[in-house]
């Protein structure tokens, strides 16, 4: 069985991807000045950790299966500032060729909730060695979206992290989190966007990963559940 290790993205996110459940938007609009938690209330608490299911096809049709977990870890040090390590490893695998895909990362967030930062995330194959990163806000409301910052790679490869929160109906909001991986000549390598319906406590709901890679012209999509 053959295992890769994907360059990791998030997050912000995974880390702001699980606690899902069952879908249940609908066609009423939310209302646009409510405001949304776009973490959920465990999320950066010490010793938290959630596990779901991931099912869905690639983009030639061959379907695949797995499991998304994160862990919430107790706060270190990172950048030489105090930060909250999330740990988060997707694993998923061809059910007709046993090919198994492996996401992990480590994202490190700081730890006020008033300036909330993704300050980098390290993985098997790449670690940040620097950042310009945003304040992610702790509400947001329908239409709002935000930087979450520029990360650069011992590699020399770049990603780029960004959010947006839209209208899901039924008094809920779907969240993007979008990463885009960059070579040194600024070429897109690889793609992961997040998307996932939250209540106004940041409860997820649903979440669907989207893959994708340039060089193969190869995208993957799994929902959790």
């Known amino acids: 069985m053959k295992l890769l290790k994907l360059s990791s993205s998030f997050v912000l996110l995974i880390p702001l991807l699980l606690n899902l459940g069952c879908s249940s938007s609908g066609d009423d609009s939310t209302d646009p000045t409510t405001d949304f938690a776009l973490f ?3 999320t950066f608490t010490a010793g938290y950790t959630e596990t779901r299911y991931l099912s869905g096809p690639d983009s030639t049709g061959e379907r695949y299966t797995g499991t998304l977990s994160t862990q919430t870890q107790p706060t270190s040090t990172y950048f ?3 930060a909250i390590p999330i740990v988060i490893e997707a694993q998923f695998t061809n059910t007709a060729t ?3 895909i492996a996401d992990i990362s480590t994202g490190y967030y700081s730890t006020s909730a008033n300036d909330r930062h993704y300050l980098g995330f ?5 670690t940040t060695v620097s950042a310009v ?3 992610i806000p702790q509400t947001a409301q329908i239409g ?4 979450i910052g520029t990360y650069t790679f011992n590699s020399g490869n770049v990603a780029e ?4 929160l839209d209208d899901d109906g039924n008094d809920l909001a779907k969240r993007f989190i979008h990463t885009t991986f960059k070579d040194q000549l600024n070429n897109i390598i690889f793609s992961k966007t997040s998307t996932s319906t939250i209540d106004i406590s940041g409860n997820f709901i649903t979440t669907q ?3 994708y890679f340039s060089d193969t012209d190869w995208a993957i999509t799994l929902d959790a559940q």
């Open 133 to 135: 990163t945003s304040a």
């Open 144 to 147: 709002d979206f935000g930087a």
């Open 98 to 100: 046993g090919l198994n």
């Open 40 to 42: 959920p209330a465990s």
């Open 122 to 126: 390290d993985s098997p194959i790449e």
């Open 80 to 82: 030489g500032q105090p």
């Open 161 to 164: 992290l960004s959010w947006r």
């Open 209 to 211: 990963l989207v893959y």
